[in-house]
């Protein structure tokens, strides 16, 4: 699922890179030609048929909050920050670390993505920024889309700077999709999505947010008499390149199921990611619109409600993640 060129996948495209430049002449000949790259909205598609899941899976690791039984893990995660002995400015990244590994073995199996929010990494400084790294590296490795929740936006130039941070291989984080703020308009949000989609990953703009104070900006009424976040779906829809699924998509708040039919009829091939499950209230059983287009349509996102399911049942923390994540992706799955 992880390789982002036709090349690389058997019976797919042509001869590899390597192979192009064995065959070339000698002197002045042109370089060999870059890779094809397989769009987003077709890989999101294919991961969710092979994995059966819509289901992602957010890590937003509160240090406060941490499992205790993911101490154990804390020497393999010292390991991967390859961190000195004695340096005590890795400790709470390793912990951090240490429980994102145990969340994401606990609910892969029933996910198609992994959603790792930045804020929670960057709040601790250079090792926060590793142990991003290695969670991002780690989740790909158990087979999942990395979704950076970033909701980066800003003037061209800092945008074209931040799409390399998220979707650019090392030093970058090489993630599959990025979340970002549309609010400063399209000159922003091009250098990300064309950045992203360059390397074959996918941009999710906030649409319709799932928080409360959402209502205060978003629903406000223009003066063509829609509201805000009805002009925001549409330069979404406008954005997207790829069919059947986009790959531009929208996040599209749980909390407000009403606003879904609309959504479809504005975005009718974008690909929603679906925050506010669980923990804010939402219910899968209200989504339905959502995956008109099909099964990859909708990714419902679940953070505390997953990671947090050992506490509301007083059970094993991974044990009950485990268990929440596949109970929403048996639910998803049979809705869409």
């Not at 002197?27 to 048929?49: I, N, Y």
């Not at 969670?135 to 979704?147: E, H, M, N, Q």
């Not at 974008?270 to 989504?287: E, K, M, N, S």
Request: hydrophobic share 50%.
């Amino acid at each position: 699922m992880r390789p982002r060129t036709l090349r690389d996948q058997p019976g797919r495209g042509g001869p590899s890179s390597t192979d192009s430049h064995a065959q070339g002449g000698e002197g002045g000949d042109p370089p060999p030609a870059p890779l094809e790259v397989e769009p987003f909205g077709a890989r999101l598609a294919a991961a969710v048929a092979a994995r059966e899941s819509q289901v992602v899976v957010g890590i937003d690791p509160d240090p406060a909050r941490l499992w205790p039984a993911a101490v154990e893990r804390a020497p393999e995660a010292r390991a991967l920050l390859a961190a000195p002995a004695g340096d005590t400015r890795f400790d709470v990244a390793t912990a951090v670390l240490a429980h994102a590994l145990a969340l994401i073995d606990a609910a892969a199996p029933a996910c198609v993505a992994a959603k790792p929010q930045a804020a929670f990494f960057e709040q601790l400084g250079f090792a926060g920024w590793l142990a991003l790294e290695r969670v991002c590296a780690y989740a790909r490795a158990a087979g999942l889309l990395v979704i950076a929740d970033a909701k980066r936006g800003d003037v061209p130039s800092t945008a074209a700077a931040y799409s390399r941070a998220l979707t650019g291989p090392a030093p970058g984080l090489d993630a599959d999709a990025i979340t970002a703020n549309p609010l400063m308009g399209r000159d922003a949000l091009a250098p990300l999505v064309t950045g992203a989609r360059r390397r074959g990953a996918g941009a999710f703009l906030l649409v319709r947010t799932s928080n409360p104070g959402a209502a205060d900006v978003l629903d406000l009424q223009l003066a063509t008499g829609e509201p805000l976040w009805e002009r925001l779906a549409t330069m979404t829809a406008e954005l997207g390149e790829g069919e059947p699924l986009a790959d531009v998509g929208a996040v599209t708040g749980a909390t407000v199921p009403e606003h879904l039919a609309r959504m479809r009829e504005l975005m009718p091939r974008t690909p929603f990611l679906l925050p506010g499950i669980g923990a804010q209230g939402g219910d899968v059983a209200a989504l339905a619109p959502a995956f008109a287009p099909g099964k990859a349509a909708g990714l419902v996102s679940a953070s505390r409600s997953i990671a947090g399911a050992g506490d509301a049942r007083a059970a094993a923390h991974a044990q009950a993640a485990r268990e929440e994540a596949e109970r929403l992706r048996e639910a998803a799955w049979n809705l869409a």
